[in-house]
């Protein structure tokens, strides 16, 4: 399982001529073109657990400064991207062969860490994402590293407690102040619950007959919002509570993230309805 673990972090990575043997020996479809790559783990599903653990919903921040300090808690300095998947995930194998190797309470408290605070705390968003806009690839990428991490949560035992990057996620504004405090909270993953790429927004476009400005995800929804806020709000609303039922009750964890979403469901929902009495 370490080794297989091993392999599946590389795919995170922008691809090279060695990916494509790997994804034969996973029995995965072929890997994805650099363009491919860029279009999905560069631009819209980001692999890192910031962007997904952060208030701000943004790479960097305080959930990188927590992953950074599990680094240091090991003894060692922090990687340049502590809290990219192929690093995380790449420890974690190391962690797991080490531990299988030579059982030791420090290890498996390690592991126990590194997995259930780390990389389970922000997955089930991240791998549904990349089911739901992701080409064939990163699909089944997706279904095979969800079998992986559900492994290594068998073997590991339930977590103790919540981890701390959920703990400390701050609720949703209500009302948010202005227009910036709902396009920051609804952009958040950990804050609504969902994830907002730009396959997203085009999606949301074409169901309401709207037309989809260029741009980093604020302009555009922005935008969207200009042209039909009670739509847009209704339509994110419906797509929070869609994406709330992706994630499962295998864990407290992923309990949680579809709490949270369903909770974003609701918020948009009362801002839908609160646009609608506006004069």
Do not use: K
Not at 14 to 26: D, G, R, S
Not at 54 to 74: H, Q, S, T, V
Not at 99 to 113: K, S
Not at 178 to 204: K, N
């Amino acid at each position: 399982m370490t080794e297989a673990l091993r392999a599946l972090a590389v795919f995170a990575e922008p691809p090279v001529p060695e990916h494509t043997a790997i994804a034969a020996a996973l029995a995965l479809p072929p890997p994805p073109t650099a363009d491919e790559h860029t279009a999905i783990l560069g631009f819209q599903v980001l692999p890192y657990a910031s962007i997904y653990l952060g208030a701000e919903g943004m790479l960097g921040g305080e959930a990188r400064d927590r992953i950074a300090g599990f680094w240091r808690a090991l003894g060692g300095s922090p990687p340049h991207e502590p809290d990219h998947a192929s690093i995380l995930l790449a420890a974690l194998a190391e962690l797991a062969a080490s531990d299988v190797r030579n059982p030791d309470t420090r290890i498996r408290a390690a592991r126990t860490a590194l997995y259930w605070e780390h990389i389970a705390s922000w997955t089930p968003p991240f791998l549904a994402a990349l089911r739901r806009i992701g080409p064939p690839f990163y699909t089944a990428w997706a279904d095979a590293l969800d079998a992986m991490l559900t492994a290594e949560a068998d073997a590991l035992g339930p977590p103790t407690a919540l981890p701390l990057h959920l703990r400390a996620a701050p609720p949703l504004p209500d009302p948010p102040a202005d227009l910036d405090a709902l396009l920051a909270a609804a952009l958040a993953p950990v804050r609504a619950g969902m994830v907002i790429a730009r396959d997203d927004l085009a999606r949301c476009a074409d169901d309401l007959g709207l037309g989809l400005r260029a741009g980093e995800r604020r302009f555009a929804l922005r935008a969207l919002l200009a042209q039909d806020a009670t739509g847009v709000l209704r339509w994110l609303a419906r797509e929070a509570a869609r994406q709330a039922t992706a994630y499962g009750d295998a864990s407290p964890i992923t309990r949680w993230w579809t709490a949270r979403a369903e909770a974003g469901a609701r918020w948009l929902e009362q801002l839908a309805e609160a646009s609608v009495e506006r004069p």
